[in-house]
């Protein structure tokens, strides 16, 4: 499998070079290149993510590292200091330029000055911190973004030659405007400057200050002007699905203990309100745990669909420590995925049936399975790795490229290629199955984005060099601290790891498998 997971993303890496670069994305059914649609500016589908930049270039370069391809990875660098440029009249959502752009020039940057080098050679030659230097200048350009609104909360999109377009929304959703202070906090930190780690942190403070009175829960979309709530949905996944999981992740990387405080309550909030089910999810009772949208000040359920987005949450509570239920959301969208061999945008789980049919390459059923793998060595979930890549190879393989599902049922397709599917699906496939990856050995040194860009965690970013007095060296730092109870043999916190030579299932969980896949009407 690793030799088909290697050979997936470079089809599609290959095939971006050969036909699409320097474009935005690649168009895999007619081998184009894709960039903004001029024509048409509200075209927010597409304008949203591309402009100009060679997206997927820069989204890839920390997938070329972990592939160890030291060659491709170098003349990458060199084209991306060649190439890119954000002095472009166009406007881009200041979340999709944070997780992909800054995420990867910044990730990019410290393997390239990572004095051990553990992926191999990666050093260009001649780098002066060019890439340091681009995202510097494309923060830059996104800051326009907080100034002028009333809460501090920034505004969703930017023109990035311009600042925030006239006829800007004042409406933005909760993980487009919290989920920047990973890549902001990082690039405070490179630089010396808490401009953008400072910004960062006071939208998710004001996001924090206006969550319900009544349940603690924020909603998904609200008024950065006035901070009154416009969508008052409250769940896992589009929306507000990054917002969670980079709480506990700043927490991880920076040891602010605020970000862990509001993780550890948020956690709490979730399971109260949106679980459905047992508490225990392995108890063979025929009642299985759903975790659904609810409204964000009753915690009633609120509309009766679960969206792809949500299955990443199990990815997060691997970080947290809470395998088993982890285990158990995984298995649900698994479930799911077998109905389909793909996953459906919604999934009506009253009607059992697919509710928005299109299905963009999305990572991140691959990435929480790639978290269960490396939390339990249960080759369960290398089973369910073989199953991904063979059905994306067999239904999305395109004349050049992987193309997006149209519709899960008849398999039609659609001629795009995100630049996620790259950075993210073929990186953790790949990763899933090369046991003796640096990465995968020392897990406890790395923190994924929620683009899936790595960033190494050290002293080095938790220092606030604005705020060094005392320049004496720092002692006895527990940089995992999260980690309440990690066993020696384990990569992750708190998780019960499950020897090779177990079955593919434990008893207890044999058993909620068997209710999952027996509502939805599939063998076991």
């Not at 679980?275 to 009766?304: F, I, Q, S, W």
């Not at 269960?372 to 490229?401: E, S, W």
């Not at 990569?491 to 299932?505: A, K, L, M, P, T």
Request: proline share 4%; glycine share 6%.
């Amino acid at each position: 499998m690793l030799k088909e997971a290697k050979e997936m993303f470079y089809f599609g890496y290959d095939n971006y070079m050969k036909y699409a670069f320097p474009k935005d994305e690649l168009d895999p059914i007619h081998c184009t290149g894709r960039g903004p649609d001029l024509e048409n500016p509200s075209n927010v589908n597409i304008n949203d993510v591309l402009g100009d930049f060679c997206l997927t270039l820069v989204d890839s370069l920390d997938s070329l590292a972990i592939l160890g391809n030291s060659s491709e990875f170098k003349k990458a660098v060199k084209l991306v200091i060649e190439k890119v440029s954000f002095e472009t009249d166009n406007t881009v959502q200041v979340f999709e330029a944070n997780i992909r752009l800054l995420g990867g020039l910044l990730s990019a940057h410290l393997i390239i000055t990572d004095v051990k080098q553990p992926f191999g050679d990666l050093v260009p030659e001649n780098y002066n911190g060019e890439l340091l230097d681009l995202a510097h200048d494309l923060a830059t350009r996104l800051l326009p973004a907080f100034e002028n609104t009333n809460t501090g909360i920034p505004h969703p999109r930017v023109n990035l030659r311009q600042g925030v377009p006239d006829d800007s929304k004042v409406e933005t959703c909760t993980a487009g405007a919290g989920s920047l202070q990973l890549e902001f906090g990082i690039l405070s930190r490179l630089i010396g400057d808490p401009v953008f780690e400072g910004v960062a942190r006071r939208a998710n403070h004001a996001l924090w200050e206006h969550r319900s009175c009544h349940t603690g829960l924020l909603g998904n979309v609200i008024n950065l002007q006035t901070g009154k709530w416009v969508g008052k949905l409250s769940g896992l996944g589009a929306g507000l699905d990054s917002f969670y999981e980079y709480l506990l992740k700043t927490y991880i990387l920076f040891g602010e203990e605020s970000d862990f405080i509001r993780f550890n309550e948020t956690y709490h909030l979730i399971k109260q309100y949106m679980r459905r089910g047992r508490p225990d999810c392995n108890k063979g009772t025929g009642e299985h745990p759903l975790y659904v949208n609810v409204d964000m000040n009753t915690g009633a359920t609120n509309v009766p669909w679960i969206d792809s987005l949500q299955v990443a949450f199990a990815g997060v509570q691997v970080l947290n420590g809470d395998i088993e239920e982890a285990i158990c959301v995984h298995a649900l969208y698994y479930a799911i995925w077998r109905l389909y061999s793909a996953l459906p945008e919604r999934f009506n789980w009253q009607k059992i049936a697919p509710e928005v049919y299109f299905y963009p390459l999305r990572p991140e059923l691959i990435e929480s399975t790639y978290m269960l793998y490396q939390a339990t060595k249960n080759p369960f979930y290398l089973h369910v790795g073989r199953d991904i890549l063979y059905n994306l190879n067999n239904f999305t393989k395109a004349r050049c490229g992987y193309a997006t599902i149209h519709n899960v049922l008849d398999k039609s397709l659609e001629d795009r290629m995100e630049s996620f599917f790259l950075s993210e699906t073929c990186k953790y496939l790949y990763l899933l199955f090369d046991k003796d990856n640096y990465l995968n050995s020392h897990a406890d040194e790395y923190i994924f984005s929620t683009e899936g860009h790595i960033f190494p965690v050290n002293i080095k970013l938790r220092n606030k060099m604005w705020e060094q007095k005392d320049t004496s060296p720092k002692t006895n730092v527990k940089v995992n601290s999260f980690v309440i109870s990690r066993p020696s043999n384990s990569s992750f916190g708190g998780c019960d790891v499950i020897n090779e030579e177990r079955q593919y299932f434990l008893p207890m969980q044999r058993r909620y498998f068997s209710q999952i896949y027996a509502a939805l009407g599939l063998d076991d």
